[in-house]
């Protein structure tokens, strides 16, 4: 009669128990994690990983002097793409053809899908940005093609300075670094490395806007609406436009990655092989001595020995580019030898889906990054033994914990919805993020 009882009880609590009030349950492994967590985070806990939501403005860290309003966001979002700034190229048949986004699109989890991102004189789009190629029937020196692999814009709210060697922005770590800032003025205005970047990138990459374009592509009321209290004769230019560009990409946070709805309690979001590779992550791997908190990325710069275009094959590099400095990372700008050839710590999210890892690209898989890191040998030889970083070979992670390891860094991390933060549609019409020929008919919109 008893056992009897027992079933009926226990009938009636599954029957009373809808959809709504299902709880997942937590597994022993979930629970060491979270204890692990708890542990490297200095006791801060699960918060301390966790991205706030893209609207959550006041909890998405910005710079004082600009504070992010939709209005900004909703300028900045446009601008990004819209390739019709392109108005001052070299080569008059490139005008309006590329973009900021042009090296920094959702597809390719905001970076270019490419080794090298190419903006002006490029050619195509492919699917995620990994067929543009360089215009055979222009010289060379009239591409705007980088020294370096262009950075994932995710996460740069967590960003003070800005660049692999973190050049741009005239506070925090810059502070002191004055005498260095020649060929960038733009850091005396006194914003971080997010703006600044934003400001000093449209001359950079010859996109332009004044009151006249402005007016002409519909975006002055956008200005307006963004920025009330500058004066007209002011409003319509390159600074506030980079401003709106920067709140717009404080936004962009991978805060619907499977890891990120795990640590908000979806204890099934990350598979039990992700997990494990959280395991090794937050443990044997030590991969959260430099990757760490919301955007996982401490923001330091550390020599991992990685190579450079100049020393590998497929790389395309202009004459006028100091590439000894280039090599030299964050040295190459303070000019300290205890800097020389580090670079800053990247964010981990959405890597999958550029293709190429390291500041010089010379790697095609996050796994075959984890092996490097693991053996320790360096690609370039070039750097002082007593610069390298801490956590650069000397592992000793088993082919499992490898393989673990890999699929948290390439699925766990990955946010499947960037596309949200990508405009509908342009005020000048145009394809986006590039405009030439044949991206306009890989893009389907010609």
């Known amino acids: 009669m008893k056992r009897i009882f027992t079933l009926i009880s226990l009938s009636l609590v599954m029957l009373s128990c809808g959809e709504d009030d299902y709880y997942p349950i937590e597994s022993s492994l979930d629970a060491d994690l979270k204890k692990q967590l708890i542990e490297v985070s ?179 009321n956008l200005f307006d609406s963004a920025f009330p209290e500058v004066s007209v004769n002011e409003r319509y230019s390159s600074l506030y436009a980079g401003l709106a560009i ?85 040295g190459g700008f303070t000019k300290k030898a205890s800097d020389e050839y580090k670079f800053k710590t990247p964010t981990l999210y959405n890597m999958i889906d550029n293709g190429f890892y390291g500041h010089g690209g010379t790697f095609t898989s996050v796994k075959e990054v984890i092996h490097y890191k693991n053996v320790g040998i360096p690609q370039n030889k070039q750097v002082p033994l007593q610069n390298m970083a801490p956590q650069f070979g000397h592992l000793y992670l088993t082919d499992t914990q490898i393989e673990s390891l890999t699929q948290f860094l390439e699925n766990g991390l990955r946010d499947p919805n960037l596309k949200r933060y990508v405009p509908e549609a342009l005020n000048s019409g145009n394809c986006f993020p590039n405009n030439d020929e044949q991206s306009q008919l890989d893009l389907n919109c010609s």
């Open 42 to 220: 200095g006791g801060k806990g699960l918060g301390y990983f966790i991205l706030p939501e893209s609207d959550a403005f006041d909890e998405i860290p910005q710079d004082p002097k600009n504070p992010i309003t939709p209005a900004k966001v909703q300028l900045g979002k446009l601008l990004l793409h819209e390739t019709a700034l392109g108005q001052v190229p070299k080569i008059d048949l490139m005008k309006g053809t590329y973009s900021c986004a042009s090296c920094h699109q959702a597809d390719a989890g905001f970076s270019s899908g490419l080794r090298q991102g190419i903006g002006e004189c490029g050619v195509g789009f492919g699917f995620r940005g990994e067929s543009r190629t360089i215009n055979k029937s222009v010289p060379v020196d009239s591409v705007d093609i980088q020294p370096l692999r262009s950075p994932t814009l995710l996460h740069v709210a967590y960003q003070e300075v800005m660049l692999w060697n973190g050049q741009f922005g005239g506070t925090g770590i810059n502070t002191g670094t004055e005498t260095n800032w020649g060929t960038i003025p733009e850091n005396y205005l006194g914003y971080q490395g997010v703006e600044v970047q934003a400001i000093k990138g449209q001359g950079v990459h010859r996109l332009i806007i004044d009151a006249d374009l402005a007016e002409s592509l519909g975006y002055k």
């Open 246 to 330: 920067a709140a717009y990409e404080r936004t962009l946070l991978a805060n619907q990655s499977p890891w990120q709805r795990w640590l908000k309690g979806e204890t099934e979001a990350l598979t039990m092989e992700e997990k494990q590779g959280v395991k090794v992550f937050f443990g044997e791997g030590r991969c959260y001595e430099c990757h760490t908190g919301p955007a996982l990325s401490d923001m330091n710069f550390y020599a991992f020995g990685m190579g450079d275009f100049d020393n590998s094959d497929g790389a395309v590099v202009l004459n006028e580019v100091d590439m000894d400095a280039i090599k030299k990372g964050r």
